[in-house]
């Protein structure tokens, strides 16, 4: 399996998912002349693409999903909400009949030779999901937009071989910055985003001897830095109550806009 970050950020998100035989995106918040581009520093097309896996409507997750659709016929993943949501309002433009493919939390479905699991997520969306994606022995989970974690969302991170997980804001930076107070809350609410605290002490849950490499994604641009980020999750990691200290693990960021260098395992 291959993970690659295309684009992770409060601006937009992409991330790619594969094996040798099958392509798919999680989300496609980014221009769709963007997404190209970061497709083709994997060797891959648009015309490769067996499925893009919505999380949810809102608009870093879905800004170049029509595009997508409309030049490549590529089938789109998401829950009947999400569905609702993108057709009643086209914010992503028309999307071409007989491409949505509606799906349920916790009921897996396969694309090609990777089986997918959605799960829920707590976040402001009409129905939002996490991933699960594997092929055989093989997995990696996509957890981004939770306004908290939950056991149950620990469970459907345990043994993952690649994980790239939400580190959104600095709680001291969002409480004196210049967001009004109503979005504030919003991001700091159980439907919100996790915080670089909260995305350590739950990276601190689910690692293990098999962890290969930890994203940290959908940073704020305005209410985190890279490097505090990084910092904050390490510090959490090393002091939790586990085996293991952060210098054990491969840790980095998934850059808003930068490709990362594709794991592969």
């Known amino acids: 399996m291959r993970l690659c970050s295309i684009a992770s950020g409060s601006s937009g998100n992409c991330i790619y998912a594969g094996s040798d ?33 919505v999380t949810h409507e809102h608009i870093d997750h879905i800004q170049g999903l029509g595009v997508m659709a409309r030049r490549y016929g590529v089938p789109l993943f998401m829950t009947g909400g999400t569905a609702d949501y993108i057709e009643k309002h086209a914010s992503c433009g028309k999307i071409p009949e007989g491409l949505i493919v509606e799906i349920r939390e916790d009921v897996d479905f396969s694309v090609g030779d990777l089986t997918v699991h959605p799960f829920v997520i707590p976040h402001d969306a009409a129905q939002p999901v996490g991933y699960r994606i594997s092929c055989g022995e093989r997995s990696v989970g996509i957890a981004t937009d939770m ?45 919100g985003h996790l915080s670089n605290d909260n995305a350590g ?7 293990h001897d098999d962890m290969k490499h930890v994203f940290l994604g959908h940073l704020s641009k305005e209410n985190n830095f890279p490097a505090l980020a990084l910092e904050t999750v390490c510090q959490e990691v090393t002091l939790a109550d586990n085996p293991y200290r952060a210098s054990d693990f491969n840790i980095t960021i998934a850059a808003r806009d930068a490709v990362s260098a594709p794991v592969e395992f």
């Open 21 to 53: 035989d099958t392509h798919l995106l999680v989300d496609a918040g980014i221009s769709g002349k963007r997404i190209e581009e970061g497709l083709r520093l994997l060797d891959i097309t648009g015309h490769d693409l067996d499925g893009i896996l």
């Open 201 to 207: 002490r739950l990276l601190a849950r689910v690692l």
């Open 147 to 191: 306004g908290k974690y939950t056991d149950y969302i620990i469970r459907n991170l345990e043994n993952l071989d690649v994980l790239l997980l939400e580190a959104n804001h600095d709680v001291n930076m969002l409480l004196v910055g210049g967001y009004p107070y109503p979005l504030k809350q919003r991001i700091l609410g159980d439907r």
